[in-house]
């Protein structure tokens, strides 16, 4: 490969929660374990070269002053929507700066709900949409995904339905990838949906943090482009923070094309004057988005992939009693340990330490409401997905580590 995706960054004290904290109360890791990072959602790989390049040539001008977004930067996300996704038509006036995606989740509940009303979401829920919702006193009303007898996550169409009559929904949050269990979406998947929330008049934000990082044999939709309703309500926010490792940075972007929708969205986020843009994350987008860019996430694809395939193999041939969907997208695995649990007499809590105790650093997947699930990065180098697999089997699920 081009890229390097096998170096194992010493990344403690650089800045890193991934390395520098422990997601799990009480847990510590056991002397002769050194820590592996597999929990919060960024990636132990380093970023791309003309990242680095566009960053650093701005640093060479001693001035950060007031400055408003290029041409480049808008034609830069243009061209990467049409080239990864085929979307043609996108105006500088659709695509809207953004600090995060979860601030633009927050502006457009503001913007079209009101405090105590119902939002559909799916379950199981990423918690940065829970603690957005909790924070701005919205109800969350959940839409349970299934696994069917391929053990495919899939959405109750019905159920789905059923609650927004139910509960007088107007405003849904839809995650396409799906965040955590690494579902991507098929075309008429979303059509089918978005049937649902045009008929009941659902404002539709989607959440397409993850749209670059798909997997080999998927591909993503944009849920705009299934029609030209769902491109009219709804509110879709990307951007390059996931997909090259620069949450650090801060930076997204709305694409939103109806301009009632949009002028909300836009008036409630500049109430806060917090919604301002960083010089430098700009010439990170810039940079990441560039042709360089698409071959380095292509071959990042094929190494998240050779992980997956890897550790859901291992998973399933070896311990018995944890049971996982494969995901076609993110680089996150979300596994149900409760037979496991339930054979072994032990409860979630002493699992998760178990774990860390190896210097496996995994995160608790209860909060992402389902009650037995560890949710686990794979954005490591190989080697380390191995070392990681070979302790778990050894120490933790079918053996023991004293305490």
Same mark, same amino acid.
């Given at each position: ?27 510590? *890791? ?9 929990? *919060? ?14 960053? @650093? ?38 695509? @809207?700066?953004?600090?995060? !995606? ?14 105590g009303e119902a939002v559909l979401l799916h379950s199981p829920t990423y918690i940065g949409f829970t603690g957005t919702m909790n924070n701005n ?14 053990? *495919? ?97 801060? @930076? ?13 969205? !836009? ?11 960083? !010089? ?104 380390? *997905? ?18």
């Amino acid at each position: 490969m081009k890229y390097d995706f096998t170096t194992i960054l010493d990344r403690k004290g650089h800045d890193a929660i991934a390395v520098d904290s422990i997601p799990i109360p009480g847990a510590e *890791v056991a002397e002769g374990f050194s820590a592996i990072p597999m929990w *919060v959602a960024d990636m132990n790989f380093p970023t791309l070269p003309t990242i680095l390049a566009e960053v @650093g040539e701005r640093l060479k001008h001693p001035h950060f002053g007031y400055f408003a977004l290029s041409d480049e930067y808008f034609d830069s996300i243009i061209r990467w929507h049409k080239d990864r996704f085929g979307v043609e038509g996108i105006t500088k006036e659709d695509i @809207g700066y953004e600090n995060g !995606v979860l601030g633009c989740v927050a502006s457009a509940l503001q913007a079209f709900t009101a405090p105590g009303e119902a939002v559909l979401l799916h379950s199981p829920t990423y918690i940065g949409f829970t603690g957005t919702m909790n924070n701005n006193g919205r109800k969350m009303i959940l839409s349970d995904l299934v696994r069917d007898e391929n053990g *495919v996550w899939r959405m109750d169409y019905e159920d789905m339905e059923q609650k927004i009559v139910e509960n007088h929904i107007h405003c849904a949050i839809f995650c396409s990838p799906h965040n955590p269990t690494g579902r991507v979406w098929e075309r008429e998947e979303i059509e089918k949906a978005m049937e649902i929330y045009r008929k009941h008049d659902c404002v539709v934000i989607s959440d397409e943090i993850w749209s670059d990082i798909v997997l080999p044999g998927a591909k993503h939709i944009p849920t705009q482009s299934v029609s030209e309703d769902a491109k009219n309500r709804t509110i879709a926010v990307y951007a390059p923070t996931k997909t090259f490792n620069l949450a650090g940075l801060v @930076g997204s972007y709305h694409v939103i094309y109806n301009s009632y929708l949009r002028d909300r969205v !836009v008036k409630v986020s500049e109430m806060s004057h917090y919604n301002m843009t960083n !010089v430098l994350s700009v010439h990170a987008l810039i940079g990441a988005y560039k042709p360089e860019g698409r071959e380095w996430v292509d071959e990042l694809c094929q190494v998240l992939g050779s992980n997956v395939d890897y550790a859901y193999d291992y998973i399933t041939r070896k311990f018995k009693g944890v049971s996982l969907a494969k995901p076609q997208g993110t680089y996150m695995l979300y596994l149900n340990c409760e037979e496991w649990c339930k054979e072994h007499g032990k409860t979630m809590d002493e699992l998760l330490r178990a774990g860390v105790r190896v210097g496996v650093i995994w995160q608790d997947g209860r909060p992402f409401n389902r009650p037995y699930a560890i949710r686990m990065n794979l954005a490591v180098p190989h080697a380390r *997905v191995e070392d990681a697999m070979d302790r778990l089997d050894k120490y933790v699920f079918n053996g023991s580590l004293e305490e």
